[in-house]
């Protein structure tokens, strides 16, 4: 039985037997979400004299329906709204999620079928604290989701999580004679032994024909009154021949009230451990003001400021330095 | 280097306008202590009146107290943005990993018992039902008075949004985890279930007994007629505890004010309101 046939398998044996276990239920209610960011940008190269960029942008907007058929089984579409000058209208349009979650299949947990996040790293609960993207997904390590079916679920008593998941393994961007036929399986798990230490790990594997790709990553935050400190390593081995990569990030927040905090950022990002200076850091600082909160049905309206610099382990190449500032606004409808 | 500097004088302004918004009703009420308590509609009432007879004792201290439901409240105190937490329910693994990942241990003081009343307009001839009745009326397989003994006409259902911890214990102990109805009519508190049900001839909702009327009517349910007793004596099926919870023991002003709402006085209010006390209401 080939792998495809496998998998396929697996995703309607679940489809089934949750219909058969939770037919008859009444249909429920839908929602919809909104996110956008609108953003500032400013680009320099080298010394601080002279602007290479400088725009505004409108660099993220999601659309998202949400809708419960049952008490146990839901859906989400998300459609990822985006500037962009590749496109005659001046705007892309990607879809992002598209998947159902079958519910109380394994215990405190769920099985989700379709395209969905990647478990792995930090890029599944990313939440933007910078607004650069988290390490793994702006270096291009992983994607940010990806088609596939997933087990998830939470450790009881609050103590964690874990996941199980296979995926085309090429990312959400990727499809039909973009995706090749090697499965990509991915498993992580997140401990949290003491309020506000949580250390976790996740797994990449994909085997191909000639090659592997195996992508590691290992997570530490520590979380206690207005400081959260996040860290992340991350090895990677991919390709014919063999090319070994690893990455470090750490990010503290200092929360000075519950609606500004200051956040700073490290990264470090060396594709191939075997070549010599190739490898950057990405250096981040700024502070996000929570405007106006999330709650149910209202909406939240936040403000980041960042300035970002790259630098390069070549010491004959000139960093990139960007001053960013976004508003971000995300609302909910009532379910209706 | 002259555009960068008018980019960090933007910036500059910015942080000062932030800065200038950063002053919250509670900092405002300067030189006093505050308190923040949000959640459950439920335990909204214990904690208002014992809130107002605390800050009349200590007339240093500002409590202010907001509603919206066990969820969000629990929310609040995971995003800090609370002091306290009010919930008619236990906290849900997710929300306890939630809390946990970000450093806050939930701990939770039992303040008092309430039991879930099933009411009806006064109109309805009814005056008792069943739990198999109840699930069937809410999950949709009754919409008919007559079906459940009382006179032919329509049933409005009302419930209470999702946020509500009354309405995740009337799921667990009367659906059984079945889905309310599509068009039950889902309120945000228990003051606005007793208002529609008091407005609506046809209607049955459930509340917590501190919300029992003269102008609604309130079934027995198995029999049992739901009371502070039954509930204490653990007859009345559809009871639950209500809780305060805290971001570890409670300690300073949040120490002091759950002390109180457990003292005898506390516990008065907690009676005098229609709920049930867990501790003597005398010395």
């Known amino acids: 039985m080939s792998k495809f046939t496998k998998m396929l398998l697996v995703i309607l044996g679940v489809t089934f037997y949750a219909q058969y276990a939770y037919a008859g239920l009444a249909p429920g209610k839908s ?21 290479d960029a400088s725009y505004f942008g409108l660099e993220r907007g999601y659309l998202r329906w949400e809708h419960a058929f049952t008490d146990k089984i839901s859906c989400r579409v998300n459609v990822d709204i985006f500037s962009s000058d590749k496109d005659p209208h001046g705007a892309g349009l990607k879809l992002k999620y598209g998947y159902v979650d079958f519910k109380e299949i394994i215990p405190e947990g769920k099985i989700t079928v379709g395209l969905q996040k990647i478990y792995w790293g930090t890029v599944y609960d990313w939440e933007y604290v910078t607004i650069e993207k988290a390490l793994e997904d702006k270096e291009k390590v992983v994607a940010s989701a990806d088609y596939g079916v997933t087990a998830n679920a939470d450790i009881p008593r609050g103590m964690g999580e874990w996941q199980l ?31 506000g230490l949580t250390i976790g790990g996740s797994a990449l594997y994909e085997k191909k024909e000639e090659s592997k790709r195996l992508l590691v990553a290992g997570i530490c935050r520590v979380a206690r009154g207005p400081i959260d400190f996040w860290s992340e390593l991350i090895t990677t081995k991919t390709g014919e021949p063999e090319l070994t990569g690893l990455g470090v990030m ?12 200051l956040v700073g950022r490290v990264d470090y990002w060396d594709r191939n451990t075997d070549e010599e200076k190739d490898a950057h850091y990405r250096i981040i600082g700024g502070f996000n003001y929570y405007i106006a909160k999330l709650s149910k049905g209202k909406p939240g309206v936040m403000l980041q400021v960042n300035f970002e610099r790259k630098q390069y382990e070549d010491s004959n190449k000139e960093a990139d330095n960007e001053f960013l500032m976004q508003l971000r606004w995300e609302f909910a409808t009532n379910p209706f | 280097m002259k555009m960068w500097g008018t980019k960090i004088m933007y910036a500059a302004i910015i942080v000062a306008l932030i800065a200038a918004q950063m002053v919250t009703p509670e900092m405002a009420f300067a030189g006093g202590r505050t308190l923040v308590l949000t959640g459950s509609t ?8 014992c809130a107002e007879k605390f800050m009349d004792q200590h007339p240093d201290v500002n409590i202010s107290v907001r509603g919206g439901g066990s969820g969000v409240g629990i929310a609040a105190l995971i995003d800090g943005t609370c002091d306290i937490a009010m919930a008619s329910r236990p906290m849900k693994t997710k929300e306890l990993k939630s809390a946990r ?14 039991g879930i009343a099933i009411i009806v307009h006064p109109s309805n001839p009814l005056s008792e039902i069943t739990l ?3 699930k069937d009326i809410y999950t949709g397989k009754i919409s008919n008075w007559k079906d459940v003994g009382g006179k032919p006409g329509k049933i409005v259902v009302i419930s209470r949004d999702v946020a509500s911890g009354t309405f995740e214990v009337f799921k667990k102990i009367v659906l059984k985890g079945a889905k309310t109805r599509a068009d039950a009519l889902m309120l945000a508190s ?14 049955i909702g459930y509340v917590g007994l501190g919300y029992i009327s003269s102008k ?10 739901p009371t502070k007793e039954t509930v204490v004596s653990g007859k009345y099926k559809l009871a639950r505890p209500l809780y305060l919870y805290t971001d570890g023991k409670p300690t300073g002003l949040a120490k002091e004010f759950i002390d109180f709402v457990l003292s005898p006085e506390g516990q008065k209010i907690v009676d005098k309101i229609g709920f049930v006390p867990v501790k003597p209401t005398s010395e």
């Open chain 2, 132 to 134: 198999a009745q109840l």
């Open chain 2, 190 to 203: 228990n003051k606005a279930v007793a208002t529609t049900v008091e407005k609506t001839p046809g209607a």
């Open chain 1, 165 to 195: 998941g296979v995926y085309n393994g090429e990312g959400y961007k990727k499809y039909k004679s973009n995706v090749d036929k090697y499965p990509a399986l991915v498993g992580n798990v997140r401990f949290i032994p003491i309020p």
């Open chain 2, 42 to 49: 439920t335990v909204l009432p214990i904690a208002q009146l």
């Open chain 1, 250 to 261: 750490i990010m503290p927040i200092l929360k000075l009230n519950p609606n500004l905090e």
């Open chain 2, 101 to 114: 990942g970000k450093g806050i241990n939930p701990l939770a003081t039992v303040i008092a018992k309430d």
């Open chain 2, 216 to 225: 609604v009517k309130a079934l027995a349910v198995d029999g049992v007629e």
């Open chain 1, 31 to 51: 929602q919809l979400k909104a996110y956008t960011w609108f953003r500032y940008t400013a680009k320099a190269e080298g010394a601080l004299t002279e602007l």
